[in-house]
């Protein structure tokens, strides 16, 4: 170990080019790190490749996780989910790299496989797990126990992670999104209606989600159907006109149909719709006009709705929000909920549903919270999901429109302050530099130097006289792995569970039969890759892997 050397860190996460939650906080959070000169930085990029043209920006070492569809790998990649994020490459990269620190901003599902490596005891492992809902599943809490640092997206979700775990789980602390507040910011909301053609006098109510299951656009587009309904009963039909619903999503999608929500809440004629053209770029709003429709400007038949691969720059973005009267999140829950932060820097208060993350969104911007209707037990996920009360809502927004304008602009201007207070990017980074620095004046080191013990290999099935499938387990965590207590972790606990049910349930319709043969198998598996590791760190193997000769290339220019 050197301890006078840089302290080198190593991000998992979506590529730090691609416009995404994740891959907007690794870039934000690397650029950082990088400038400070005082650590040795590399990044693990999912959906990044070799000789990416979308790189040109890092100025730290990075390795390319994905693949192309021609390449002959690809079959590999596709054949488990979690080698998108990073699995299938996961040790190469740790034995090229040598990291002291290994952390990780995702959910569960695309972190979780970074707990079953064989290199796990080489490196200091963080996670920033999307924590939107209460209880966490038990194998989720295992896997964060097992970390050495937690950090969360939200206060809320800290609270839920320290009650489930009693107080075990190292949270260091929340390190929230930042916005860019150069971009996202109050404008000129009367030209931002002339550019988009919307009357002057318009009152908008808006919201920016993806069209995805969670997301309660029935919901939404009902409640603001009961709000036309009370605005037309206490003949306020001139406050009614000016009303819309603007709703920046994207359809079709895994989601709702959009169409016929619209048409079952007869609101075709009040609900707004972002376009973008996939030929020049050109960027308005409109009534529903379908998936897809003529661009005005260049006329071609090639405008959609915005989607993850088409969408608004964040300067178009920005003139959105500008365009709302009253911001409005609805979901059964948010891991954070960047949109509604986005929409507070541009000035726009927020209505937000009392749960979840969106419980710091009320604490932090002043939100209005919207309550909670229902409690409900989701199938897919075993959590507790909400639904918010319409009615509460619907009665919010006729509240809101009342409000004399000074007051209004008082509150817009409050909300802006606020958000750049909250949440800004300078205040997350310096959460994670703080404990990246304590742990350098700590003079730790990861010890790469050190190998471990070859295990014996689980060629067969172990022939024993004992019948009970736990002392089974025991057996081979003993004589294999030498780790008995690893029968305590929650995955093997999972394991024996489905060998004594016989099957094992992967989702709500996926049933498949399962034995102990299936444990051998997992344990086997677990087994030689340990072995394989341990041969590589012995023999100084050196890797000749396109994406590990990229990320060396890469860093020398």
């Given at each position: 170990?050197?301890?006078?050397?840089?302290?080198?860190?190593l991000?998992?996460?979506?590529?730090?080019?691609?416009n995404?939650?994740?891959?907007?906080?690794?870039?934000?959070?690397?650029?950082?790190?990088?400038?400070?000169?005082?650590?040795?930085?590399?990044?693990?990029?999912?959906?990044?490749?070799?000789?990416?043209?979308?790189?040109?920006?890092?100025?730290?070492?990075?390795?390319?996780?994905?693949?192309?569809?021609?390449?002959?790998?690809?079959k590999?990649?596709?054949?488990?989910?979690?080698?998108?994020?990073?699995?299938?490459?996961?040790?190469?990269?740790?034995?090229?790299?040598?990291?002291?620190?290994?952390?990780?901003?995702?959910d569960?599902?695309?972190?979780?496989?970074?707990?079953?490596?064989?290199?796990?005891?080489?490196?200091?492992?963080?996670?920033?797990?999307?924590?939107?809902?209460?209880?966490?599943?038990?194998?989720?809490?295992?896997?964060?126990?097992?970390?050495?640092?937690?950090?969360?997206?939200?206060?809320?979700?800290?609270?839920?992670?320290?009650?489930?775990?009693?107080?075990?789980?190292?949270?260091?602390?929340?390190?929230?999104?930042?916005?860019?507040?150069?971009?996202?910011?109050?404008?000129?909301?009367?030209?931002i209606?002339?550019?988009?053609?919307?009357?002057?006098?318009?009152?908008?109510?808006?919201?920016v989600?993806?069209n995805?299951?969670?997301?309660?656009?029935?919901?939404?587009?009902?409640?603001?159907?009961?709000?036309?309904?009370?605005?037309?009963?206490?003949?306020?039909?001139?406050?009614?006109?000016?009303?819309?619903?603007?709703?920046h999503t994207?359809?079709?999608?895994?989601?709702?149909?959009?169409p016929?929500?619209?048409?079952?809440?007869?609101?075709?004629?009040?609900?707004?719709?972002?376009?973008?053209?996939?030929?020049?770029?050109?960027?308005?709003?409109?009534?529903?006009?379908?998936?897809?429709?003529?661009?005005?400007?260049?006329?071609?038949?090639?405008?959609?709705?915005?989607?993850?691969?088409?969408?608004?720059?964040?300067?178009?973005?920005?003139?959105?929000?500008?365009?709302?009267?009253?911001?409005?999140?609805?979901?059964?829950?948010?891991?954070?909920?960047?949109?509604?932060?986005?929409?507070?820097?541009?000035?726009?208060?927020?209505?937000?549903?009392?749960?979840?993350?969106?419980?710091?969104?009320?604490?932090?911007?002043?939100?209005?919270?919207?309550k909670?209707?229902?409690?409900?037990?989701?199938?897919?996920?075993?959590?507790?999901?909400?639904?918010?009360?319409?009615?509460?809502?619907?009665?919010?927004?006729?509240?809101?429109?009342?409000?004399?304008?000074?007051?209004?602009?008082?509150?817009?201007?409050?909300?802006?302050?606020?958000?750049?207070?909250?949440?800004?990017?300078?205040?997350?980074?310096?959460?994670?530099?703080?404990?990246?620095?304590?742990?350098?004046?700590?003079?730790?080191?990861?010890?790469?130097?050190?190998?471990?013990?070859?295990?014996?290999?689980?060629?067969?099935?172990?022939?024993?006289?004992?019948?009970?499938?736990?002392?089974?387990?025991?057996?081979?965590?003993?004589?294999?792995?030498?780790?008995?207590?690893?029968?305590?972790?929650?995955k093997?606990?999972e394991?024996?569970?489905?060998?004594?049910?016989?099957?094992?349930?992967?989702?709500?319709?996926?049933?498949?039969?399962?034995?102990?043969?299936?444990?051998?198998?997992?344990?086997?598996?677990?087994?030689?890759?340990h072995?394989?590791?341990?041969?590589?760190?012995a023999?100084?193997?050196?890797?000749?892997?396109?994406?590990?000769?990229?990320?060396?290339i890469?860093?020398?220019?």
């Amino acid at each position: 170990m050197n301890p006078k050397s840089k302290l080198k860190i190593l991000m998992c996460s979506e590529a730090s080019f691609i416009n995404s939650g994740f891959g907007v906080y690794t870039k934000e959070l690397l650029t950082r790190l990088h400038n400070t000169n005082k650590y040795e930085i590399a990044e693990f990029a999912s959906y990044g490749f070799v000789n990416d043209p979308r790189d040109s920006s890092i100025s730290w070492k990075y390795y390319a996780n994905g693949v192309r569809e021609d390449d002959p790998r690809h079959k590999e990649y596709s054949s488990r989910g979690d080698n998108q994020f990073g699995r299938w490459r996961f040790e190469k990269v740790l034995l090229d790299f040598k990291p002291d620190v290994v952390f990780d901003i995702r959910d569960y599902w695309m972190t979780a496989y970074q707990r079953m490596s064989p290199l796990r005891k080489f490196f200091h492992w963080i996670l920033m797990p999307t924590v939107d809902s209460s209880p966490q599943q038990e194998e989720w809490i295992d896997t964060f126990l097992n970390a050495d640092a937690i950090f969360t997206y939200s206060d809320w979700g800290a609270e839920v992670l320290k009650a489930q775990s009693s107080g075990r789980i190292n949270y260091v602390g929340t390190a929230s999104p930042g916005v860019d507040c150069n971009i996202f910011k109050p404008k000129d909301r009367l030209k931002i209606k002339q550019k988009f053609n919307l009357p002057a006098d318009s009152i908008i109510i808006g919201s920016v989600m993806r069209n995805q299951k969670r997301k309660l656009f029935p919901e939404l587009f009902a409640s603001f159907r009961k709000v036309l309904d009370i605005l037309e009963s206490n003949q306020q039909n001139n406050i009614a006109e000016k009303l819309f619903l603007y709703v920046h999503t994207s359809y079709p999608d895994m989601g709702w149909d959009i169409p016929e929500i619209l048409r079952q809440n007869r609101i075709i004629n009040k609900v707004l719709f972002s376009y973008i053209c996939k030929t020049c770029g050109h960027v308005y709003c409109s009534k529903f006009q379908g998936p897809s429709t003529v661009c005005k400007k260049c006329m071609n038949k090639s405008c959609s709705l915005p989607s993850v691969t088409t969408g608004f720059n964040q300067n178009d973005l920005s003139d959105i929000y500008n365009l709302f009267d009253l911001y409005v999140q609805y979901s059964i829950c948010e891991g954070f909920g960047m949109p509604q932060v986005e929409a507070g820097a541009c000035g726009v208060p927020i209505a937000t549903v009392n749960y979840s993350a969106m419980v710091d969104v009320v604490n932090n911007l002043n939100a209005y919270p919207i309550k909670i209707k229902t409690e409900f037990k989701e199938l897919e996920t075993k959590a507790i999901r909400v639904y918010p009360d319409n009615d509460d809502l619907a009665k919010y927004i006729i509240d809101f429109i009342k409000i004399p304008k000074p007051i209004l602009e008082k509150k817009r201007q409050e909300v802006h302050e606020l958000t750049h207070e909250k949440y800004n990017w300078d205040v997350a980074f310096r959460k994670w530099e703080k404990y990246f620095d304590q742990l350098d004046s700590s003079g730790y080191r990861a010890d790469w130097s050190t190998g471990f013990d070859i295990f014996p290999s689980l060629i067969q099935k172990p022939e024993t006289n004992i019948s009970n499938h736990f002392d089974n387990m025991l057996l081979v965590l003993n004589n294999y792995l030498k780790e008995p207590s690893m029968i305590g972790q929650q995955k093997m606990l999972e394991l024996l569970n489905c060998a004594d049910y016989g099957f094992a349930q992967n989702g709500p319709t996926s049933i498949n039969q399962y034995s102990m043969d299936n444990v051998y198998d997992y344990i086997k598996m677990y087994i030689e890759n340990h072995n394989s590791s341990q041969q590589v760190i012995a023999q100084n193997v050196k890797f000749e892997d396109d994406f590990i000769a990229y990320a060396h290339i890469k860093n020398q220019t």
